[in-house]
């Protein structure tokens, strides 16, 4: 950063004392004037790895054993697995190299979490085994196949539409993702009945959305709300077969959208089935609006308080059934930008000539490059936001002070951890690492 925050007041979670007795041992650590009680539940420190930024960005997983992220996270969601056509998980043969990366790539030594170059004849090369090796490193780490994302939950409908067809899918993602029976594609040796095993121990489903308002191609019907529990509980049901027949635990999660229009299909009986859901803490707001607004904040500002937040997103599952403990908070690891802002106020709420210009991936900036900014920074402790006004451009994202705040909410609400999307974003794990200091005190 290139100056001090210049606009504090004093938060709503802010450093207050916080008490929680749990069932049966009340214990706190006093840190940083915040007492947390240690009740058994282990908080989730989750990140999303985009795979096809291995290519893009050059960002493989050894990146994470490098920069300590992957000794601080408690779960890896490796983004994302696809749905055929017809309703099925595979893996599309025809998508930027995908099989590729995912698990024909040999990698030299020096490329290698392990230090070891892979051989060319080997049953898993590509990302998986690399995922594969860090995991073996770090055994506390946790690994999931997220399914969908924004560009992939197209046919997410047709695999949930009926019990046979959802019988179907989930039968064919776990034999794809857990029991690791990767296709032999093209002339390369990779693949074969289990050649991934052992790589990932959970499922992710991050259909966007069931209730609509997702990606324009993504197939729709009036039954999707309905058929999400449905297919949750599909999935829960053949897991706990695959936990019977291999003793191991596998992990099933889904991720929730932060705005009020897509959370209807989300209710309790969702949550009987899963282990915890993240919330997309973030995208409240973005350059296809006039004016400028934060895109993460915690509660509304003052400047909006009509304003979507995390806490109005929280409240709202909660009322729908979720459980505290089961809810884990989004991060982005991303800034949003206008351009043309007016100075006052800082920049905030006003009127914007248009979108900053594309950098990420539009009118983004990775969280490492919006720490680069050279203009006047803000922390808004009450909102739980923060942004910087350089020039006349304005960008919103989550800092370590704002990470900081989302833990204290986090331990004050006995929610279930946060998470951060995604981690290329952040290549030194700083985020990781407030993450994880601000959920141990």
Known sequence: MNASPSTRTLGRVGRRPLIVIGAAV???V?????LVAVSGQRLERIGYYADWNAANRGFTIGELHDNGAAQRLTRLMWAFGATSPDGLCHIPEDNHDQPWELYQRRYSADE??????????????GGLHQLLRLRELHPDL????????????????????TQESREAFVSSCVDLWLRGDLPVLGEEPQGGPGAAAGVFDGIDLDWEWPSGGGHPDNTEHADDPANFPLLVAEFRRQLDALERETGQEYTLSVSLPGGAGAAESYDGAVFEHVDFATVQGYDFSGPWMERTAHHSNLYAPESGPEAHSVDAAVRRYLDQGAPAEKLVMG???????????????AGRGQPAEGPADDDYDGPTKAFADAEELQGERHLDEEAGAYWVYDGDEWWTYDNADVVDLKGAYVAERGLGGLMVWNLDMDPEGELVRAMDESLRG
């Open 331 to 345: 991060l982005p690891a991303f800034a949003r930008g206008w351009q043309g802002v007016e100075p006052a106020d």
């Open 26 to 28: 009340v214990a706190g």
């Open 142 to 161: 946790g690994a999931s196949l997220s399914l969908g994302g924004w560009n992939w939950s197209t046919h997410f409908s047709e695999a949930a539409r």
């Open 112 to 125: 290698s979490v392990s230090g070891e170059a892979d051989s060319y004849a080997q049953p898993l090369a």
């Open 30 to 34: 006093l840190i940083l004037g915040v």
